[in-house]
């Protein structure tokens, strides 16, 4: 199962090396990622695979919802049906 993982908020140090340890942490594939700064806002989006994830949902949204809250960022974990469903006809 794909998702996406989006990262907003004020630049810093670490903030790849912080979410890519929750993946990490989690078991989560990282399969691509851009990023970029505009204006001293960072600006990331990851697709990852959570195939291989070793925590149900609702711990894995808890887990990035704490590590937005630690950086004062906006991290927000999208899987890939919500992105199907939208497409549906």
């Known amino acids: 199962m794909k998702a996406v993982i ?8 670490g ?3 912080k979410v890519s340890a929750v993946c990490a942490e989690l078991n989560i594939n ?8 505009m204006q001293k806002m960072f600006c990331m989006i990851m697709l990852v ?4 994830c070793n925590a149900d949902q609702a711990a894995v949204r808890a887990r990035f919802a ?5 950086m004062a960022m906006q991290v927000t974990l999208t899987r890939q ?3 199907d469903a939208m497409h549906k006809v």
């Open 66 to 70: 704490a590590l937005g809250e630690e």
């Open 15 to 17: 903030v790849i090396a």
């Open 81 to 83: 049906e919500v992105f």
């Open 49 to 52: 695979d959570l195939s291989a």
């Open 6 to 13: 989006t990262v907003i908020g004020q630049d810093t140090v």
């Open 30 to 37: 990282i399969e691509d990622v851009t990023q970029s700064i």
